[in-house]
């Protein structure tokens, strides 16, 4: 199982991104997925969002409403749509793939997001 992250960049505040995640090794359209993210500094890594292989999606409160998961099954592609970005959504990014939501056996390398004043 494999994941392949892109779409980092640095961005000013108020901007938007897309990051992408690309998995591979496993059946796609069957897992869990979701981002998390590890601010600069800190050990820990937080959920961001997760999105069912129903669809069905959660997001942390922190981005609620500025932040969107979604999933292409044909691409086995994850994105996460980032708009109104502020100062402190700063961090690295990972992709992380499970066979139930809470369990994830995989994570990607992670992408690099930065947003400045």
């Known amino acids: 199982v494999q994941l392949e992250e892109s779409g980092g960049a640095s961005v000013q505040a108020g901007g938007s991104l897309r990051l992408s995640c690309v998995g591979s090794?496993?059946?796609?359209?069957?897992?869990?997925m979701g981002w998390f993210r590890q601010i600069p500094g800190n050990v820990q890594r937080n959920r961001v969002a997760?999105?069912?292989?129903?669809?069905?999606?959660e997001y942390e409160k922190p981005v609620k409403g500025r932040f969107s998961i979604s999933r292409d099954n044909a691409k086995k592609t994850l994105y996460l749509q980032m708009d109104s970005l502020k100062q402190e959504d700063t961090a690295t990014y990972y992709c992380v793939a499970g066979p139930s939501c809470g369990v994830y056996y995989t994570w990607g390398q992670g992408v690099q997001v930065s947003v400045s004043s």
């Open positions: 997760i999105i069912r292989s129903d669809g069905t999606t």
């Open positions: 090794g496993y059946t796609f359209s069957t897992y869990c």
